[in-house]
Structure formats: C-alpha cells, structure tokens
C-alpha cells in the first residue's frame, strides 16, 4: 500500500485500463499536450499517442456526440469536461442519446462510455462555474452515477466505470485532485451501489458523498468532543444508491443527517430522506435533517460561498437538533 494523489489514482485507472483494453481511449479539452487542465491526464500521450489520447476543440456537444458515436461501435471512450457545468452543452447527447441509445435500440446498441470530470464549488468561480449536477443527471434512466472522496475509492470506481457497458457520469473535484490516500498496487475494482461506512459510530447517522465527505468527516470529530458518536456513510454512487446500507446504519443510530452540497429542491437528500421514512420509520426517534447549500447561485466573493455552503457549523447543530429533540 502506498500514498499518492486523487488525480495519479485516476491516472493510474485509466494507464491500466488502456494497457488491458486496445478500445478504451481519453477525449476532452487539453488532456493530450497539455496533459490535462489538473493534470490528470499527465504523461498519457507520450504512452498511448495521439489516436488514443486525444485533443478537441472547445465543443462539447461536438466531442459528446462522437464519443457516443464511437461508443456505439465498439470504441470505450472516456470524455472528460474541464467542468461539469461545461456538460450542459453536451447534454442533449448525454441524456438524449447515450442514456437512451439501448432501450431505443431494442438492446441492439450499448453505449459503453465515462463522463467525467470536476463537479461542484472550486473556490471563487462564481456561478457558471460551481454548480453540482449530481442529482440531475441521477434523475436519468439508463446512466450510472459516481462521485468518489478518497483516492482508493476513485481508482476502484474509474476502473468499474470503464469496463461497464453502460453510459457512466464520474464526478471528481477540483479542490480534491491533490488529496493523498492510500491505494493498493494490486488491482481492485469497486461496484457501483455500494456505500462505504468511513466511520462507525452508534448515536447518529451522518450521509454524504464527494468532497462533502470532508465536511461530514470534520463535523464527527467535533461531535466526538461532546460525547456524541457520528457513523460517517460515503454513497460513492447516487444512481445507483446503496440504500441498504442507509437503513442499516439507520436501524442502529435510529437518527439521520444527510448533507449534500446540491441546491435543496429535488436532491439525492431528498431521495434518501423519501426513502428512510418509507422503510425504516419506526427506527427513527426524530426527524431526519438535511444540510443543503443555500437555494442560490453561488456568488464569487469567499465570505458568501462560506456562508452558502454546507458547513460543520450546520452539520453539527443538526446532529444536536436531532440528538436532543424533545
């Protein structure tokens, strides 16, 4: 077991899949002579050249709809967008085309392709730049969704998302790409919908996912100060959710938080609290709190992105509203 960044372990699910697999290639802005805007892709050209790892132009409904196109023919094209919030222009060939390609093909069709890229609020970009994009594209039958926190998780995930044969949304982080985690060097692979308890506790149930991870993390170990025990769940994927895993904790806690960094209305928070109250209501002893972002745009200055995100402020008067509910 070694140590190495977030974005060498996505480097390394990527060399190792492209050494396995002639078919599976890496498409986007900038990954090939610049080799990557985070440096993600560093080092890949050199090794696999230019019909393997290849520059587009700025023109992500274009490079969307070829490599949907190419999924389509047996190719497994990984596209990363510099930023999730630039995939809007693509979206038409994301939910239009890839998630729906099989089903309107009578299965005659898989669309084995990975979408992936930084997701959420990366410091002061403003609005246009720090949206989370999760729960819309959770929203869509026939994609896959996964939003890694360590390391090891995002190497095991990419690696699975590569080899599916179904259309796969992969959500990183700007403000992760650096982290240090431990990761085999072994091969592993990790499935989709399968949550991972990151901490055992037995008061209350805390659930999150991405960097958010981080705030759910620090919020614990607060509570730990005051004598309350947290148990820390990471979905690693919202479609498919690993509700299971959720109910147990539930069953053992009998109280639930969940935050989230996406606006509040139409969340993965909200599925999960939907379905907590259906299958495990009468384990709960009080109310199920969630933590959002604020229901704005996210501005630029520092002091209104701390004020509008998810905090450990937030998190841990939550966990006491529900830990002292009369």
């Given at each position: 077991m070694r140590e190495i960044q977030f974005r060498e372990a996505l480097r390394e699910a990527m060399n190792e899949e492209m050494r396995r697999d002639a078919?599976?290639?890496?498409?986007?802005?900038?990954?090939?002579?610049?080799?990557?805007?985070?440096?993600v892709s560093q080092g890949m050209l050199d090794e696999f050249g230019p019909d393997r790892v290849i520059d587009t132009p700025i023109s992500e409904l274009g490079f969307a709809g070829v490599g949907v196109g190419a999924a389509m023919n047996g190719v497994r094209p990984i596209v990363e967008f510099m930023?999730?919030?630039?995939?809007?222009?693509?979206?038409?060939?994301?939910i239009n085309s890839a998630a729906k390609m099989l089903s309107m093909s009578g299965g005659q069709f898989n669309v084995p392709i990975v979408f992936r890229g930084p997701t959420g609020n990366a410091g002061m970009l403003s609005s246009q730049h720090s949206q989370n994009f999760e729960n819309w594209y959770a929203?869509?039958?026939?994609?896959?969704v996964v939003v890694p926190f360590t390391p090891y998780d995002a190497k095991g995930l990419l690696k699975t998302a590569i080899r599916d044969n179904d259309p796969v949304i992969f959500m990183e982080s700007e403000l992760m790409y650096g982290d240090k985690g431990e990761v085999p060097t072994e091969e592993y692979l990790i499935p989709f919908?399968?949550?991972?308890?990151?901490?055992?506790?037995?008061?209350?149930?805390?659930?999150?996912?991405?960097?958010?991870?981080?705030?759910?993390?620090?919020?614990?170990?607060?509570l730990e100060k005051e004598g309350i025990s947290?148990?820390?769940?990471?979905?690693?994927?919202?479609?498919?959710?690993?509700?299971?895993?959720v109910v147990e904790s539930v069953k053992k806690t009998n109280r639930l938080v969940i935050v989230e960094e996406a606006w509040p209305l139409a969340a993965i928070s909200s599925e999960i609290t939907y379905h907590i109250q259906k299958y495990a209501f009468d384990y709960l002893d009080a109310p199920i709190h969630r933590?959002?972002?604020l229901d704005v745009p996210l501005p630029y200055a520092?002091?209104?992105?701390?004020?509008?995100?998810?905090?450990?402020?937030?998190?841990v008067k939550a966990v006491k509203a529900v830990m002292y509910r009369n």
């Open positions: 078919s599976v290639l890496l498409m986007g802005e900038e990954v090939a002579e610049y080799n990557g805007a985070y440096k930023t999730f919030n630039f995939s809007l222009v693509a979206i038409d060939q994301i929203n869509t039958p026939g994609l896959k919908g399968s949550a991972d308890i990151k901490r055992s506790g037995t008061d209350v149930t805390i659930v999150s996912f991405g960097k958010i991870m981080k705030v759910a993390l620090a919020a614990a170990t607060e947290a148990e820390v769940v990471d979905l690693r994927s919202v479609r498919p959710i690993d509700y299971a895993t933590i959002n972002s520092p002091t209104l992105i701390d004020a509008i995100l998810p905090s450990v402020e937030r998190t």
